[in-house]
C-alpha cells in the first residue's frame, strides 16, 4: 500500500474556504464599476474627435455623466484593490473635470446706440394702434 494517496496536498480546494458574502459583492461591483470606466474613458476620448466626426461629437455631450461615473466608481475601485482601474477612474476624473471648467467668452464691447425695449399687450382689447404711435 503506498503511502501517496494519506497526503494532504497544501492549497487543495480542501483548504479554501468561501468568501464572504460581502467580499463577493464587492468584486461584483467593482468588475461592473471597471467596465463602465473603461467604456467611459473610451467614450471621453472618442469625444475629443467631435470637431472632425459628428458622431463623434455625440459622445462629448456626457461628460458630466462620464464625471460622475468616474467620481463614484474610484472609491469602489480601490476598496476593492483594484488600484489601477481606480487609477483610470481618476484619470478620467481629471479628463472631464478640465473638459467641463466653465468658459467665460472674451466681453463684447457695448453697441453705440442704446438698446431700446417695447412691450405691449397685443392680445387685449385696450390696445390700439394710436398707443403704440404716441409711443
Do not use: K
Not at 44 to 62: K, Q, R, T, V
Amino acid at each position: 500500500m503506498s503511502s501517496a494517496n494519506n497526503v494532504l496536498v497544501r492549497g487543495s480546494m480542501a483548504d479554501v474556504r468561501p468568501a464572504s458574502w460581502p467580499h463577493r459583492a464587492l468584486t461584483a461591483v467593482a468588475w461592473r464599476c471597471g467596465i463602465l470606466v473603461m467604456l467611459a474613458a473610451a467614450a471621453s476620448l472618442i469625444g475629443c474627435f467631435g470637431a472632425y466626426f459628428w458622431l463623434a461629437d455625440l459622445a462629448a455631450h456626457f461628460s458630466v455623466f462620464y464625471f460622475l461615473l468616474s467620481l463614484l466608481a474610484a472609491p469602489v475601485l480601490l476598496a476593492a484593490g483594484r488600484r489601477w482601474m481606480a487609477l483610470l477612474a481618476g484619470a478620467v476624473l481629471l479628463f472631464n473635470a478640465v473638459m467641463l471648467l466653465p468658459v467665460r467668452p472674451a466681453p463684447a464691447g457695448a453697441c453705440d446706440t442704446p438698446l431700446t425695449v417695447l412691450q405691449a399687450n397685443v392680445h387685449g382689447g385696450e390696445t390700439s394702434a394710436e398707443q403704440f404711435a404716441v409711443w
